[in-house]
């Protein structure tokens, strides 16, 4: 992403793949959108344009949108995108 990055509260920026605890479940990040460009894994091309943030979807198929500050996110390891 070439404008302002996304961080998680630890620091690492926030990639597509990463692994994730999003309020104690795991969760895989399937789109960053810093408001102008965006990443997206494959499958979810629907979420081009996205506003600031990103979209988690958890090991049950549950997506949640949600922005770098939510303090129930949580880096867990970098995924492979």
Request: aromatic residues 8%; hydrophobic residues 35%.
């Amino acid at each position: 992403m070439d404008a302002e990055l996304l961080h998680y509260s630890t620091g690492e920026e926030i990639q597509i793949g990463d692994r994730v605890q999003y309020g104690g479940t795991f969760a895989t990040v399937v789109v960053v959108s810093d408001g102008e460009t965006y990443q997206l894994a494959s499958g979810y091309e629907d979420y081009a344009g996205a506003e600031r943030g990103l979209m988690v979807c958890d090991d049950d198929g549950t997506l949640n949108t949600l922005d770098e500050t939510d303090e129930r996110l949580t880096f867990a390891e970098r995924g492979i995108a």
